[in-house]
């Protein structure tokens, strides 16, 4: 079975239509520049738009930067506010005509991981952080979901983590993988300390570079990058699509 899977994020809006019985995408992935501000209407129109690049008639899955209850986003860290209370659900299926399932953007991840990626098969406590604009965490216990856990805004010292240990953060601060890598441990302890995992994977676009700061981790969970990368958030939002 297809599904169009798309990744909302705050820069970029990816998707591609992905076989959802082995992962694969079946055609390389279609990316618009997300609108600034990122208000709902134009969003819709660039799913839209991504829908009609690949012709598209069937399911559609989205993964969507905030925490996300039966299609209903609750929060908006790094998008417009006007997506509290937004049933970007309703609001995605009118635009494109097809029926739309939105869930989190890291929830999405993990479930393409756990699926398909180095959590496959893993029992236990998995948590997934995906590293990106913001910090998102996605967290399984014998492979089933538990949505929505937004672990990436727990404070420490008196600070929202994400301002600690997102790619943006190392950005905003130019900092060197060695200082961002030492933050992003006290965060990771801080996590284990709280949920105690198993298995830690880390996905988003630093995964791309976990040898540069894998040395400064101390946890005692194990820790893998995620394997599928970039593509998590379009094959994990795929895999939604058809979910419930
Ligand atoms: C949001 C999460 C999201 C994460 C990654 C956070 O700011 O609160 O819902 O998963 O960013 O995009």
Not at 204 to 225: D, N, R, W
């Amino acid at each position: 079975m297809q599904v169009l899977g798309i990744d909302i994020g705050g820069s970029g809006i990816k998707g591609a239509p992905v076989d959802i019985e082995n992962g694969d995408m079946l055609a390389e992935r279609y990316r618009i520049p997300t609108p600034q501000p990122a208000k709902p209407k134009p969003v819709a129109r660039t799913i839209t738009e991504i829908a009609r690049f690949f012709d598209w008639q069937g399911p559609i899955g989205c993964g969507f930067p905030a925490p996300v209850q039966r299609g209903i986003t609750r929060t908006a860290a790094n998008v417009h506010d006007r997506w509290i209370g937004m049933n970007a659900e309703a609001l995605f299926s009118k635009a494109t005509g097809c029926p739309v399932k939105v869930i989190n953007d890291a929830d999405a991840a993990g479930l393409a991981e756990m699926a398909f990626g180095v959590g496959r098969g893993w029992k236990g406590v998995v948590l997934l952080v995906t590293i990106g604009t913001g910090l998102g965490t996605s967290l399984f216990t014998d492979g089933v979901l538990l949505p929505n856990t937004e672990l990436g805004h727990i404070e420490i010292e008196g600070k929202d983590a994400e301002l600690l240990a997102s790619g943006a953060a190392r950005k905003r601060g130019n900092l060197s993988w060695k200082k961002w890598g030492k933050q992003l441990d006290r965060y990771l302890n801080r996590l284990e300390q709280l949920v105690w995992p198993d298995l830690i994977i880390l996905g988003g676009g630093v995964s791309k570079k976990h040898e540069k700061f894998a040395p400064y981790l101390t946890v005692q969970a194990e820790i893998v990058p995620a394997q599928t990368l970039n593509e998590a958030g379009i094959i994990g939002a795929a895999l939604a699509g058809v979910a419930g």
